[in-house]
């Protein structure tokens, strides 16, 4: 199983591996049970884990940076179900974080999705495109499905901001 393939589901809990999608939706298949069914997008939304971003004090930083943090730390998990004792957590493991734009509820979100992707023994990491020929680097392009309604500092919600289109001249013959 493979991080880009992984997705949260707006309104099931959990991981799930996008099995195929369809214009009306996805299969989809449960890391924890192993469950496997359709969730239809007219009902709910799929966000990637590859396209979420996490609010810092600088520079937004992909959920993958917040992953290995946690990985490289020596700091034992924390019951998710403390507020405090995650916020004191990701204060010591992610001290950039913007405590104020991401909430309690999302740092319970990384932790147990985390979990679930350690027992699951999942590689964590970003999927990049091969190099061409001219040696240029190609980066994938990170595409979310979520929902403009959700708050931004939702985890599942933020995305990237849409590149702005540049107007140029034309000729005149």
């Given amino acids: 199983m493979e991080y880009n393939k992984l ?8 991981l ?5 999608s369809k214009a009306d939706g996805g299969i989809v298949k449960s890391l924890e049970d192993k469950s ?3 969730v239809s997008n007219r009902v709910h939304q799929f966000s990637h884990l590859e396209s979420i971003e996490i609010f810092t004090t600088a520079d937004n930083v ?7 943090a946690m990985k490289n730390s020596s700091e034992k998990l924390p019951n998710a179900n403390d507020n405090k004792e995650t916020k004191q957590y990701f204060e ?3 001290p950039t974080m913007d405590f104020e734009r991401v909430y309690a509820s999302d740092m319970k979100k990384m932790i147990k999705w985390f979990d679930v992707l ?6 964590i990491k970003l999927s990049e495109l091969p190099s061409d020929d001219l040696g240029n680097d190609h980066h994938t392009e990170k595409k979310s499905t979520s929902s403009a ?14 590149a702005k289109k540049i107007n140029t001249p034309r000729k005149m013959a």
């Fill in 92 to 94: 010591k493991v992610f």
């Fill in 149 to 162: 309604k959700q708050p931004a500092a939702n985890v599942s919600a933020v995305k990237n901001a849409p």
């Fill in 118 to 123: 350690t027992k699951q023994g999942i590689d």
């Fill in 7 to 14: 997705v949260a589901v707006t309104g099931l809990s959990g």
């Fill in 16 to 20: 799930f591996e996008l099995v195929s």
């Fill in 62 to 68: 992909n959920l993958v940076d917040v992953f290995q």
């Fill in 36 to 38: 496997t069914k359709f």
